[in-house]
């Protein structure tokens, strides 16, 4: 805008209308400003500035995998208001519902037996069936055109008959191909072609406060989304409460209730970066996934086997602390010469461990040349080795240092 310039000739008229453009000049350039300010407090404060959708030109899709990962991004770009919405309408219908059911015996208690109790309350007694029908359910999603499926093997354990039902109605026959108890991890395979599959994202590369999407049907209320962000990584199954797994979980407080087991966990682009799985009863926003690239490497196990080798030591064992020491110390009388490591509470017997000499009381320092300090370190140590590898350690024995090397076996079944 021109400043106006009044002249001695200028009418009264004149030298009003410019004493008003002189008036209302500053008053223009507050409203500017102010306008500028609230639109960055908008922008600073609105949470849209994170990566961008999925963008099918960014998939890449292996020949000799079913799983799909996209295009790494050098820089995060703006997405629109509904990237959420975006990721529903591309993902979506991969999602599915798993039903399992499974016959069990009916047992009655045993007083129910007791012919003396039958003689004068028979005619009372209930009459129940000798077998009954358990049924459950869960989530999934696809990961192939041709129905593989990856879920939770908590969904379909123990289960004589499974059904997957897509997300446009249909209900399919499914067969088990393999279960993981040790990483709750399952496939399911139904015959259908031409399938939705989903986008995997690298779940290594997850950084805390990043969008965290979840897909399931809890509580039997199918298609429900839930958002949040990614709260923790690395949760050991022993912080979770659930030491019988061999994971690092990914933490989030998207919500997650029973029926999102088995369903993806996804980032802002669509891409899964996990399989929502546990819950920490009477927790509220906290809620903990399968990472995706573990859970790539079980599945692909699965699917080419059946079945997964976890190596295995045969030892149990805890952290060393000023307490744990005292306490062991009065308890079993180990005399600890360490203040820090891993000690060996018990060694199972006929195991690689107790094969290769390790005892009750000795305390682990290093596992291939790597200090430990914690139990979660050293299962983690073992996990990263291949089965029938020699697995080379120092330990303390009472003052003693030793270096024994521990050759890995196969973590025996549950049922045997």
């Known amino acids: 805008m021109k400043p106006t310039f009044s002249s001695p000739s200028s009418s009264p008229k004149q030298n009003l209308l410019s004493s008003w453009r002189k008036v209302t000049k500053p008053i223009s350039l507050v409203l500017l400003g102010g306008g500028i300010a609230l639109g960055g407090n908008y922008l600073i404060n609105s949470p849209q500035i994170v990566a961008s959708p999925l963008n099918d030109s960014e998939v890449a899709q292996s020949s000799n995998s079913p799983f799909r990962s996209s295009v790494a991004q050098s820089s995060p770009d703006i997405v629109p208001q509904n990237f959420v919405t975006n990721v529903v309408n591309t993902v979506g219908s991969s999602v599915v519902r798993i039903n399992a059911s499974r016959t069990v015996e009916t047992r009655l208690p045993e007083a129910f037996d007791d012919p003396y109790f039958r003689r004068f309350f028979g005619s009372q007694m209930p009459n129940m069936p000798d077998t009954q029908v358990q049924r459950g359910t869960g989530s999934g999603f696809i990961v192939s055109s041709d129905g593989l499926v990856l879920t939770n093997a908590h969904v379909i354990d123990g289960a004589d008959k499974v059904t997957v039902t897509l997300k446009d109605g249909r209900t399919i026959a499914g067969e088990v191909m393999g279960t993981d108890p040790v990483t709750d991890m399952a496939v399911v395979k139904i015959e259908a072609t031409e399938l939705p599959a989903v986008v995997f994202g690298n779940s290594d590369t997850l950084q805390i406060g990043e969008w965290a999407i ?20 690395g949760r050991s199954s022993s912080q979770v409460g659930v030491g019988d797994k061999r994971i690092d979980f990914i933490q989030t407080d998207a ?22 799985t546990a819950i920490i009863q009477n927790a509220q926003g906290l809620g903990f996934a399968i990472p995706i690239n573990t859970a790539k490497n079980i599945a692909e196990q699965l699917i080419a086997s059946g079945k997964v080798d976890h190596p295995f030591l045969g030892i149990r064992m805890t952290s060393l602390t000023p307490e744990i020491k005292a306490e062991l110390q009065n308890r079993q ?11 060996i509470v018990e060694v199972v017997p006929n195991s690689p461990a107790a094969r290769a000499g390790l005892r009750a009381g000795d305390v682990i320092e290093e596992i291939d040349g790597k200090k430990i300090k914690t139990a979660d370190e050293v299962q983690r140590a073992v996990e990263q080795i291949a089965v029938g590898e020699q697995l080379p350690m120092k330990l303390n024995r009472q003052g003693r240092n030793l270096a024994l090397d521990v050759k890995v076996g196969i973590l025996p079944s549950q049922t045997s």
């Open 214 to 233: 979840a897909i399931g049907n809890p509580l039997g209320l199918d298609n429900t989304v839930t958002t949040g962000i990614v709260s923790a990584t």
């Open 255 to 276: 919500a997650i209730n029973p029926g999102n087991s088995g369903g993806p966990l996804l980032n802002s682009k669509g891409e899964v970066i996990g399989i929502n």
């Open 333 to 343: 009388n180990f005399a600890f010469d360490s203040d820090s490591g891993v000690v």
